[in-house]
């Protein structure tokens, strides 16, 4: 409940200040933004698994949005940023399309 | 289904409650709390507690939500600011190549329309100076009957006595007075002209004359008179004939008389060199 209330007021805060990302971190911010969902359907799995633990949660969070982000700033670095982005992107999102199955198998048992 | 969730706890506690109470007893041992799943574990996730977890997961979810729209916004802004230098560079290269060739075809068009207009206007041209040249070539030749001002000569011949010479060096006087059209008689002078014959039996191409003789001329009517008139000039060899000759200027001279030219057997138009 409070992770709802706390997403709702994410939004509602983004949607009021209206930042402007800094041009450094704006190759990084969807990459980390799919991580950080890779990292929130991951904590949702684990909580209808029953094995939700706010540390695990935290560290998976905090570690994925720095990692995909480093592996971006990588491969920027090598001159293959857009590739190895799409790379990780396509990785995030093949986990959290099999997290999201998980999920569903555990809500609608299908 | 929360009770399939709740199965294995359940089984393992036989006569135990469906309920939370019922779980805790068991799985208290092995972790802190009830161990739950599925749609229980959701309902519970949902009542707002200020468990670390929840207000945990609430903190990196607002971050989350921040961020997405974030992205969201600077997504939906700049579709340029936001490319890596690389495909920057690739854009660029791609604009300014389709720059250059939209630019070169551009100038290869105006080229083509400019050649198309002068081509026209020099047609044009070309097309009036043949019409002049026609025009020009017609009168010189006898094709075409000329107006214009010039002098009317009448040389009198009482006695016959006027030589053809005498002709031809009044035709002479004439031309270089400038006289443009000549006609004597009823006959056309021309380039081929020839005056043949003996005194009082004067032959224009082959035509007999008779006197008097009536020069029609195109031309200066000031120049040609005082060119005729000039001491020893021609009306001096028609006096010295035995003749005599009198020159009046006529503002409109109408020299009708035509000749038909033999198309050139021979003589083709050398090739116009092309510059």
Known sequence: MIAILGLAIGVVVGLLVQPTVPVELQPYLPIAVVAALDALFGGLRALLDGIFNDRVFLTSFLSNVVVAAFIVFLGDQLGVGTQLSTAVVVVLGIRIFSNAASIRRHLFRA | ?????????????????????????????????????????LASALHPRATRAQLLAGVLCAVLGFAVVVQMRQAGDSSLSDLRTDELVRL???????????????????????????????????LDAARRNAAMQGILS????????????????????????????????????????????????????????????IQLDGETLKAPYVWLVIGDPDTIQTALEIPGGALAYVRNDGGTGDVTKVQDVEITALRDLPEPKYATPAPVPTS
């Open chain 2, 142 to 201: 006898g094709r075409l009957p000329a107006v214009g001002p010039g002098v009317r000569v009448s040389l009198q011949d009482p006695n016959g006595s006027i030589r053809p010479v005498t002709m031809l060096n009044m035709l002479e006087e004439l031309r270089n007075a400038g006289a443009e059209a000549i006609q004597v008689g009823d006959r056309r002078v021309t380039a081929s002209s020839a005056f043949t014959g003996a005194p009082g039996a």
């Open chain 2, 1 to 41: 289904m929360a009770d399939d969730e709740r199965r294995d706890p359940v089984v393992a506690q036989p006569g135990g409650t469906p309920d939370d109470a019922g779980a805790p007893a068991r799985d208290e041992a092995a972790t802190p709390r009830a161990r739950l799943t599925g749609w229980s574990a």
């Open chain 2, 92 to 126: 660029l290269d791609e604009t300014s190549a389709r720059a250059d060739q939209l630019s070169r075809e551009a100038t290869d068009l105006q080229a083509e329309r400019d050649q198309l207009e002068s081509g026209s206007t020099s047609r044009q041209a070309a």
